[in-house]
């Protein structure tokens, strides 16, 4: 239950030489990241999802809500860091307070999050990549762009199983060759892909803008029979659940 000091930590980040890490983030960067995180694969996929199956119209109600306690989760966040204002997220706070045993599980907790995060947003573009090129009439075999635990059911209905996800792998490579160059070269190219799912929104919503028909917004809140009543609770819980983890990422 070893514990550093707020003074120990504050000198350990102090410290300069060949073995620190060198500061190359600045406030844009930071901000670009933040945005990077919350406008991601689940914000293009999920949230139609969660409209056409569970919240209808009241999707953008359910954003809201979800928001509400991200935001809430930020402050917790930015409570730590005024604490004990030295660069370690979570792992820090607990090393300071509770002991290096509950630093190393956080530490390692931490590792569990980022990597299932970067698992999962690797197979969403890479069903994203399938889908683009079989427009074009490029299909690659499904073994190989599904898990060992998944099945497909092919056009001459033969069932198969997957074997790795090759796009997924690949995906993974590009990314990790990207911040091996170094933290100011990947903060440019997290910058550049901000930049670009930005203005793919915008361009989303100029496009779509046109087509909106109020009469698709009612109900606002769909009914499903069965489930809670019929006030649609169920409907509207269910994609505030899909909505969270569209922004919980904001909260990293």
Not at 97 to 108: D, N, R, Y
Not at 235 to 242: N, S, T
Request: hydrophobic share 50%; with cysteine.
């Amino acid at each position: 239950m070893l514990k550093k000091s707020l003074e120990l930590l504050r000198l350990e980040a102090a410290e300069t030489g060949s073995h620190t890490l060198k500061r190359s983030l600045n406030g844009f960067n930071l901000i670009t990241i933040g945005i990077g995180v919350i406008i991601g694969a689940g914000l293009f996929s999920l949230t139609g999802i969660a409209a056409a199956n569970n919240t209808g119209p009241a999707v953008t109600l359910s954003f809201v809500v979800a928001a509400v306690g991200c935001a809430f989760s930020a402050l917790c966040y930015a409570e730590f860091a005024s604490m004990v204002p030295v660069s370690g997220s979570a792992y820090t706070y607990a090393y300071a307070t509770m002991g290096e045993l509950f630093a190393w599980i956080i530490g390692w907790d931490l590792v569990l999050e980022y990597s299932v995060g970067a698992a999962t947003v690797a197979i969403s573009w890479s069903q994203y990549l399938v889908k683009f090129l079989a427009k074009y009439n490029l299909h690659i075999p499904a073994q190989i762009v599904m898990s060992p635990f998944e099945t497909a059911t092919l056009a001459d209905g033969t069932s198969v199983h997957g074997f790795v996800n090759v796009p997924a792998m690949l995906i993974v490579l590009a990314i990790t060759a990207i911040i091996i160059r170094g933290t100011s070269g990947s903060a440019w190219f997290n910058a550049l892909v901000v930049t670009l799912k930005v203005a793919v929104v915008l361009v989303f919503i100029a496009l779509g803008w046109q087509y909106i028909d109020p009469a698709n917004y009612q109900p606002y809140i769909p009914r499903i029979p069965g489930r809670l009543g019929s006030l649609g609770l169920a409907a509207f819980c269910a994609g505030r659940a899909l909505s969270s983890s569209c922004l919980s990422a904001s909260t990293l």
